[in-house]
């Protein structure tokens, strides 16, 4: 299980990790990404890595649990 | 510590000029050269301004809206605008009080609200295409669908759309070939007609008054307290226009010529439409017309050379994202690129505006062109023609539809 953040003041809008991550973001009435669950499938975490490292902005962070591992 | 270069230093000396017809073909290499022996170049055109060609370099400036402003990102300084393009050209704090006006007009659940209507008018223009077996794709389609979209969204009359394409190739381009000055003569004449075009769209607007679109959010719009004036309204229509057309009029135009020349990697979108999005992102990586100015405002070390308040600084978007040490196959297209955090909207607070709009755009026009035209191939008798600029871009492009290499 992974529980992502956005540093508020690093993202600005790009909306690459509602795209690739659609089951732990979505975009507010901006086009800012906001975390709205955690990533709890493997799919949902592997969607999670791909969404932090294509942020332009590096703006995403997330902390694994050890109960998956 | 090495010692520092500047200005005078004559190994990071370039004969860079962004607006020269000789390297439209082959801008990548000479991003490639100078990145290799100089990625903080200093070129003479245009009164003198430096050129960056890193990924983290170029991210760095964008990043640091303190020491270098947008106040002006053209070179030469003017593209017939009148006061500063809004909200580009404004840095923050104000920046800030106008993109919360305006991001939410280009939101992606704004934009996605658009996405019959964009398909509809990509398959108007493809249902013409259809009728010849050898057209221009400029002229057929790259032109045509961004401008359509964006009157559409405007709330403006779709008929102006050949008129629309002019003032925008005008602005962006100047007139080829002529001087410099002719060239700002000429981008300024447009920007006039522009300006009168859509100060009547306002007044139309002021005295009918019910619509919900675009035009009609901004003349409500506030900054803070404050109605904004009818300048700034203006000032926020002309970057509309400069921002929405030509910049994905190019990117169509490219990403049609690579997978023309390239039917293995077209055949595989056309065999798989879910790689779409992930090859928007490659095509938008492998060619990004973007390519601001920024304006040093305070003495600043970048790289290792000493840039001077008042300095300008090109920082091409295309170069940042064909950088080996963030993409070692750089100049290879893979349409399932991952990761892929490239610029070419931008990064940090001028992040693109339009980019949601950009991606839907481009993500409908690659998913029915190819799904109703799976084969098509250049002329090799009529190659097409790029131009450079700060919006790179494509003139011509001669295309046989139904046949493939």
Known sequence: ?69 | MSELKDAESPEIQTDFDIHSPDIADTVYDVYAEMRGKCPVAHSSHYGGHWVATKYDNIQEVLKNPTVFSSESVNVPGTIGQDGPMIPIEVDPPDHGIYRKLINPLFSPKRMAALEPQIRDIANELIDEMLENKQVDFIQAFAKEFPSRVFLALMGWNLEDSAQFNHWADTIVLGEPGASEERSTEVRMAAAMEVYAYFGEMIDERAESGDAEDITQILINGTFEDRELTQFEVLNILFLFLIGGLHTVQGQLAHSVIYLAEHPEVRKQLVDDPGLVPTAVEEMLRWESAVCPARVVKEDYVLDGVQLKAGDKILIPFGAANHDTSVYPDADVVDLTRDPNPHLAFGAGNHRCVGSHLARLELRVAFEELHRRIPDYRLDPDNPPERHLSQVKGVVSLPLFLGESI
């Open chain 1, 1 to 69: 299980m992974s529980q992502a953040s956005i540093d508020r003041t690093i993202c600005k809008g790009h909306g690459r990790c509602y795209m690739l991550a659609p089951a732990v973001f979505d975009a507010d009435d901006e086009g800012f990404g906001v975390v709205i669950d955690e990533a709890t499938t493997p799919g949902d975490v592997a969607a999670l890595e791909r969404a932090v490292n294509n942020c332009p902005e590096r703006a995403i962070a997330f902390a694994s649990s050890a109960a998956t591992h």
